[in-house]
């Protein structure tokens, strides 16, 4: 018994949470303080309880793509050079083979639900996300411009959602990322066929949600995606100002200081 409860306390220290159990909301908090490593595991820890929904499939392909886009930066890799740091990357392509498991898990257990109930708004967010997060992949890590299914089943999805609820913000976040990468990563003729994007409208709406009365996860996801569209966009000023707000509410994120310790001190 004295070992259990030894071996219990261990396992959650090395989760860096209170010892009161693993939740989803804790895997949120690793996640948005940069432990992706944890927040992936903290997620498979809740797979035989009653929180292994969409959201769970979700948030842990989420943290598996950060803990592969890491990987690849830390080697170094090239916007030009992708599949060969991809091949490289033992470690990328077996969290590649977890991530499409949990993919095509969640997209399953969506479309399951659309069928019975295709208005359900849950499952529209949480399918256009998982399929957001598959053209992140692919995109992204990959350097390939496939995944076309998957981009046009979100962004009708997540279309639908906000038609019948615009102020969902994780919704709003999610669709102003496919205006910004239709804008900024594909040529005229391509972003007509892919219905079009706007790149100024989605650091507009970015920064709308970051601005909204909400949950803290919305707000989370609201705030690093708008500091990461303004560096994208070399906004560097304004990014610093958002990364100064994040960093108080997220003090353990190792990537937010280092950003801050390289900008210059506001007076």
């Known amino acids: 018994m004295r070992f259990a409860i030894v071996l219990a306390t261990a396992f959650a220290g090395w989760l860096g949470v209170q010892s009161d159990g693993p939740s989803l909301d804790k895997a949120y908090r690793l996640f948005y303080n940069g432990r992706f490593d944890e927040s992936a595991a903290m997620c498979v820890a809740l797979r035989s309880g009653p929180e292994y929904d969409l959201a769970n499939d979700e948030l842990r ?13 830390d080697a170094d890799t090239r916007d030009d050079d992708k599949t060969v740091g991809w091949k490289a990357c033992a470690r990328c392509q077996e969290l590649a083979t977890q991530f499409i498991a949990d993919i ?81 990563r594909m040529a005229w003729g391509t972003r007509w066929l892919l219905g079009g994007g706007n790149k100024k409208k989605a650091i507009g709406a970015l920064r709308e949600a970051a601005g909204a009365e909400t949950d803290w ?28 707000r994040i960093a108080q509410r997220f003090p353990e994120n190792v990537e937010i200081a280092a950003y801050l310790r390289g900008q210059p001190q506001k007076n």
Request: aromatic share 10%.
């Open 217 to 244: 996860v919305s707000h989370a996801e609201a705030e690093f995606g708008l500091w990461d569209m303004l560096q994208r966009e070399k906004s560097t000023a304004q990014a610093a100002e958002v990364a100064r």
């Open 104 to 184: 095509k898990h969640g997209q399953a257990a969506a479309r399951a639900v659309l069928k019975q109930h295709p208005a359900d708004e849950r499952a529209l967010f949480y399918l256009g996300k998982l399929d957001l997060n598959y053209v992140w992949l692919q995109l992204g890590l990959l350097g390939k411009k496939t995944g076309w299914d998957e981009y046009w089943e979100a962004r009708h999805s997540l279309d639908a959602v906000l038609k019948g609820n615009p102020k969902h913000v994780r919704a709003r976040v999610a669709r102003a990322w496919i205006d910004y990468i239709v804008s900024t």
């Open 61 to 73: 392909t989420s943290a598996l793509l950060f803990q592969m886009r890491r990987l690849l930066v």
